[in-house]
């Protein structure tokens, strides 16, 4: 079997409730960590560890195959695919008006210091 206890396994956080996370696997199996799982620490807000989307590890505590659902838990693990988050660019209104406002200076600039 794919799934077995104690695994570590990439998924999709697909939900995030106030008692634990909700992710997915594949088209059959699905699985939760309980906010226990989460931390060694007290979790306030479950937000602060993942986003709805993100594609985590999880280790894999207990599998029903019949139900096709896991226990997880994200404790003790480095459960970051990447540490690189991707940021939103924040468009100002000027656009392109700094480059067109500058370029030919810089051009000569450049050209000068040869």
């Given at each position: ?54 594609t ?25 695919i ?32 040869k």
């Amino acid at each position: 079997m794919k799934y077995e206890d104690g695994k570590i396994v990439k998924g999709c956080v697909t939900g995030i409730e106030n008692y634990g996370i909700f992710m997915s696997f594949d088209e059959y199996y699905s699985g939760l960590i309980h906010i226990s799982e989460i931390s060694n620490n007290f979790v306030r807000n479950i937000n602060d560890y993942v986003n709805i989307g993100e594609t985590i590890k999880a280790k894999i505590l207990e599998v029903d195959h019949e139900q096709c659902q896991l226990k997880l838990s994200i404790k003790d693990i480095n459960y970051r695919i990447s540490n690189k988050r991707r940021t939103r660019i924040i468009e100002t209104g000027t656009g392109f008006c700094c480059l067109k406002e500058n370029l030919d200076n810089w051009i000569n600039t450049k050209k000068n210091k040869k």
